[in-house]
């Protein structure tokens, strides 16, 4: 665990998957406190993202994934949950502490892999990031990793529970899943009653998600920004395929709860 004395500008952080989130995370990272240098990113590959991080300046900072895990104090994981089945690493910095953005993936089986010394976050999407409107559920509490999300510019959440990290999932999930209704002419307006008394997380998040919706230039602007945060096989995916079927957005939201329990419960 980082010491709490260290300034968050003294923090070296890793970057492990650099999808739209990660980069994202990245970017924002910098921007707010971290000096580049600080900053190490690891990824599989992908010659698309090799060159979206050399457009951002970023390419100095990639490293062997081995490397990351034992040079830096906190390293954030962005990747698919599906992929974490095949997640390996051989050694880890002796206080490194992992902090898992992977929806779904439970802290137990975090643990087999990295120890005791993990949490969990969520987050809205990049544009909710780049907005400055994102939120970020943490679980369990640790003071250093809040202190990086509120100065990233997020508005976090504490859970009590982990299983409140599935509703807050779904939550975060709702702005692509208003676009789709629109597209669809689906109405989106749910009474706090029509939601069930433990959804109480997403009751709060359906009322920050009618706000964060962007005004879209064109149908395919809309179209593209679904495509972004529907990850395939993913709990955004399973909520906009319900809704496209079910046109009921309670039932979509259902879809999507029992999805991430899926997740979960295939990853323990």
């Known amino acids: 665990m980082p010491s709490e004395k260290k300034q968050l500008a003294d923090l070296k952080i890793g970057i492990i998957g650099a999808g739209h989130l990660g980069l994202t995370m990245a970017q924002v ?19 698309q993202t090799k060159k979206l991080i050399e457009e951002l300046g ?26 974490f089945i095949d997640f390996k690493i051989k ?29 969990r976050i969520m987050t809205s ?28 510019g997020f508005t976090p959440m504490i859970l009590n529970e982990e299983q409140e990290m599935h509703y807050f999932t779904v939550g975060v999930c709702l702005p692509a899943a208003f676009v789709l209704a629109k597209t669809l002419g689906i109405n989106i307006e749910i009474a706090a009653t029509d939601l069930k008394p433990g959804y109480a997380i997403i009751r709060q ?26 990850t395939p096989g993913g709990i955004t995916e399973a909520i906009l395929i319900n809704l496209e079927k079910s046109r009921d957005l309670l039932l979509a939201v259902e879809a999507g709860v029992e999805r991430s ?3 979960s419960g295939g990853l323990e």
Do not use: H
Request: hydrophobic share 45%; charged share 20%; aromatic share 10%.
């Open 29 to 47: 990272f910098v921007k707010s406190f971290l000096p580049v240098q600080n900053l190490l990113i690891s990824f599989k590959g992908n010659p």
């Open 58 to 83: 970023l390419s100095n900072q990639v490293v062997p994934i081995a490397d990351l895990c034992k040079t830096v104090d906190i390293a954030f994981i962005f990747i698919r949950p599906q992929s």
């Open 91 to 119: 050694s880890t910095g002796v206080d490194t502490l992992f902090v898992s953005g992977m929806a779904g993936v439970p802290l137990t089986s975090l643990e087999k892999i990295f120890g005791k010394n993990v949490c």
């Open 125 to 152: 999407g990049p544009d909710t990031i780049r907005q400055n409107k994102a939120m970020a559920a943490i679980y369990p509490f640790n003071e250093t990793v809040k202190l990086i999300m509120t100065g990233s």
């Open 205 to 230: 998040l359906y009322v920050w998600a009618k706000n964060v919706v962007p005004v879209f230039k064109s149908d395919e602007e809309a179209d593209d920004y679904v495509r972004k945060m529907a």
């Open 261 to 263: 329990m899926a997740i």
